[in-house]
C-alpha cells in the first residue's frame, strides 16, 4: 500500500521541538552541575526556534487554515497566535525562575526536559482537529505538570500537591474521554471538522450527544480549573515550588482556551444552546466562589490560585455570549474578547508570579501577604510594577485589565444577557478588594523583610517589561485586539 506524504510544513515547530529537547536529553546527562546553564540555553533558544518557524509557517501558509495529517492536524492564526503566546510565557517563566531553581537544587536538566514536553502538550493541543490528538496533548501537559509539581522530593508539601492533582487529572480524563466516546458513539467520527458537520446534516442521537457534551465540558473545565473543578488548584498553586506554579498558572490556559474553541465552537457549535447553559452556571459560581474565598487567604500563591478560578469563570462569559438564539452575529467579537481575555491574563499572572520569586531567596519564600509589606521603602520601583500588575488583576483603568473586563462585557452586552454582565461586575468588584490590599501593603505598612533586592539584570529588565506591558497595552490594546479579533474570524 502506498500512503502519501502528509504535508509537513505546517507542523515544523513540533518537529523541531521534538529533536530540540531530544538533544537537551542527551546533551544534559554528559553535563556538570557547573555547566547547567548550557541546557538552559539550548532550552531558551528551543522555544525562540519554534517562535521564528511558527511566524515562517504563518507567512508561508498566508494565515490560510491548513490541515494535514488526515486532517489531524490544524494550523490557523489562532492556533499560532496562541502558541507565540505560550512560548513568551514559558521563555519569561524561565528567565524569572533561574535563581530561585539554582537556591533549591531544582536547577536540573529534567527541569527544562519536563517544560518542553510541557510545550510539545500544549502545541499539540492548540493544533489539534481530531478528539484523538487532543487527548494525546493533553495527557502529554498534564502528565508533565505533575512530575513537575513532584520534583522537590524532599517536600512532603509538593509530592502531597502532585498526588492530588494527578488523582484529581486523571479524573477528569476518564470524563473526558467517556465524553469523547459517547460524541463518537453519535456521529460515527473523531475528527472534530466532521463531527460539526455530522451534527448539522445526519440528525444524529441528541440524548446521547448531550450525554457526551456533559462529560466533555467537565473534563474541558478541569483543565480550565473552573467550579465545581477547581478542588486542586489552591493545594497545588500552594503545594508546588513557586517556579513551578507560575508555570501552572500561565501558559497551559493558552492551551485549555484552544481546547474549548476546538471542540465547542468549531465541533460543537450547532449545540450552543445546550453548552452555553452550563457555562453560564460554572461562571457565576467561579467569580462568586473566586473572589470571596480569594478575600480570606494570607497566602499570595493561594490568593492568586482563587484568582485563578474567577478569571477562568470570567472568561467563559465570552465563550457563552458567542450565539444568541441560533444567530451566530455576535461569535467573533465573543469569542476574540475571550482570547484576548487569556492572552491579558496569562502576560499578568508572569508578572506577579515573577515578583514573589524576585521577593524569594535561599531559604526564604515570599509567600506571605505580609512579606510585600513596605516594599516601596525597600524598591520603590518594584512596588510600582506590582502596583501596576494588581491594578490589571483588579480591572482599573488605564492597564490592559480593564480593557480586557470591557471586551467581555460588550459581547455580554449584545447578547442580551444584562443580568450576568451586571453579576460579573459586582464580583470584580469584590475582587478588588484583595488586589488592592496588596498595594495598601506596600504602600502604608513598615517593611517586615528588611532583605536587600537583588535580582539579575536579565529578571530586572524582563520584570519590567513585564509590568509595563501591561500599562502600555492598556493605552494601546488596539493591535492586541485586532490580532484576536483576526485570529477567530478566519476560523
Known sequence: MNFPMPNLLPAYPEIFLLIMVSTIL???????????????????????????????VAVLTQGVVTRTFNNMFVADLMGHALKLSAYIALFTTLVYSRAYLADRGLWKGEFFALVLFALMGMMVMISANHFL???????????????????????????????????????????????????????????????????????????????????????????????PFHMWIP??????????????????????????????????????????QMLVIMAVLSMALGNLAAIAQTNIKRMLAYSTISHMGFMLLGLLAG??????????????????YVIV????????????????????????????????SRSPWYAFIMLLLMFSLAGVPPTVGFY???????????????????????????????????????????????????????????????????LVLGLVPQSLMALCYLSIKAL
Not at 158 to 184: D, H, N, Q, R
Not at 323 to 340: E, I, K, P, R, T
Not at 409 to 419: D, I
Request: charged share 10%; proline share 3%.
Open 26 to 56: 542527551v546533551v544534559d546527562l554528559f553535563l556538570p552541575q557547573r555547566l547547567r546553564y548550557v541546557t538552559y540555553a539550548l532550552t531558551q533558544l528551543a522555544l525562540i526556534g519554534c517562535a521564528v518557524l511558527t511566524l515562517d
Open 133 to 227: 490528538t487532543l487527548y494525546l496533548g493533553l495527557e502529554l501537559l498534564s502528565l508533565s505538570l505533575y512530575a513537575m509539581v513532584a520534583l522537590d522530593r524532599d517536600s512532603a508539601r509538593s509530592t502531597e500537591a502532585a498526588m492530588k492533582y494527578f488523582v484529581l487529572g486523571a479524573l477528569a480524563s476518564g470524563l473526558l474521554l467517556y465524553g469523547m466516546s459517547m460524541i463518537y458513539g453519535a456521529t460515527g467520527t473523531l475528527d472534530i471538522s466532521q463531527v460539526a458537520q455530522s451534527i448539522s446534516s445526519a440528525n444524529p442521537n441528541k440524548t446521547v450527544l448531550t450525554f457526551g457534551l456533559v462529560f466533555l465540558v467537565s473534563g474541558m473545565a478541569f483543565k480550565l480549573g473552573v467550579v
Open 235 to 276: 493545594d497545588v498553586y500552594h503545594g508546588a515550588p513557586t517556579a513551578v506554579t507560575l508555570i501552572i498558572g500561565s501558559a497551559p490556559k493558552l492551551a485549555a482556551f484552544a481546547m474549548a474553541m476546538r471542540l465547542l465552537v468549531l465541533g460543537l457549535l450547532d449545540l450552543a444552546v445546550d453548552w452555553q
Open 323 to 340: 450565539v444568541v438564539n441560533g444567530n451566530w452575529l455576535n461569535a467573533a467579537d465573543a469569542y476574540s474578547a475571550a482570547m484576548f
Open 345 to 376: 491574563y496569562v502576560l499578568t499572572t508572569l508578572g506577579t508570579f515573577g515578583m514573589v520569586l524576585l521577593l524569594s531567596r535561599a531559604g526564604f519564600e515570599a509567600e506571605n501577604l505580609d512579606d510585600f509589606k513596605g516594599l516601596n
Open 404 to 470: 480586557a473586563k470591557l471586551s467581555v462585557l460588550q459581547p455580554l452586552l449584545a447578547a442580551g444577557m444584562t443580568w450576568l454582565a451586571v453579576v460579573a461586575v459586582l464580583f470584580s468588584l469584590i475582587g478588588a478588594f484583595y488586589y488592592l490590599r496588596i498595594v495598601k501593603l506596600m504602600y502604608f505598612d513598615e517593611p517586615v523583610d528588611t532583605a536587600p533586592i537583588a535580582p539579575s539584570l536579565e529578571m530586572s529588565v524582563l520584570i519590567s517589561v513585564n509590568g509595563l506591558a501591561v
